[in-house]
Antibody
């Protein structure tokens, strides 16, 4: 079935780095734009980053620009989020999500289960 | 950046009630709006895309309307499984942004 599975979360000290992965299955991963969305404990959803189906375009939230890098390996059906210079305010559940259709991002129809990132000393 | 403002932030309703949630964009976004439902400890679920199109598998009691800056999510007859938090999201331009959420609780 269509599925996204995140991994790589954990506890990291402020200023540290972490790389999240999102393994896709059940659909043609290389045809869809992909996103990372996060949710701080008890808070709402915050869009983090987007990567085009072929990796040619990337966009970031201002809050992570210059610190986070989104990438993908279409041969491995895997999405990544490299997070550097982590701050306490980056503490959140991180979800990967798939664009509903190949030609636009009018909604995210498939979400992973989320992986928790805690930034604390 | 486009700001999305939802109201109310929380509400109490009974099974069978008609529920309406509003979302306002800080600038026009045509029909580039999606609605999601999230239950505690779970990932969000897409309900509506393009402001009024029902995602496959979503019950027909959910509907969306609006364009430009003002949008509405309506649940025609609230069911027990609908108690959750609802978010709007603009898909018009990057950075994509979500509303603050509306928590629908049992009265």
């Amino acid at each position: 079935q269509v599925q996204l599975v995140e991994s790589g979360g954990g506890v990291v000290q402020p200023g540290g780095s972490l790389r999240l992965s999102c393994a896709a299955s059940g659909f043609t991963f290389s045809s869809y734009g992909m996103h990372w969305v996060r949710q701080a404990p008890g808070k709402g959803l915050e869009w983090v980053a987007f990567i085009r189906y072929d990796g040619s375009n990337k966009y970031y939230a201002d809050s992570v620009k210059g610190r986070f890098t989104i990438s993908r390996d279409n041969s491995q059906n895997t999405l990544y989020l490299q997070m550097n210079s982590l701050r306490a305010e980056d503490t959140a559940v991180y979800y990967c999500a798939k664009d509903r259709v190949t030609v636009s991002h009018d909604g995210f129809d498939i979400w992973g289960q989320g992986t928790m990132v805690t930034v604390s000393s | 950046d486009i700001q999305m403002t939802q109201s109310p932030s929380s509400m109490s309703a009974s099974v069978g009630d008609r529920v309406t949630i509003t979302c306002r964009a800080s600038q026009g976004i045509s029909s580039w709006l999606a609605w999601y439902q999230q239950k505690p400890g779970k990932a969000p679920k897409l309900l509506i895309y393009a402001a009024s199109s029902l995602q496959s598998g979503v019950p027909s009691r959910f509907s969306g309307s609006g364009s430009g800056t003002d949008f509405t999510l309506t649940i025609s007859s609230l069911q027990p499984e609908d108690f959750a938090t609802y978010y709007c999201q603009q898909a018009n331009s990057f950075p994509l942004t979500f509303g603050g959420g509306t928590k629908v609780e049992i009265k």
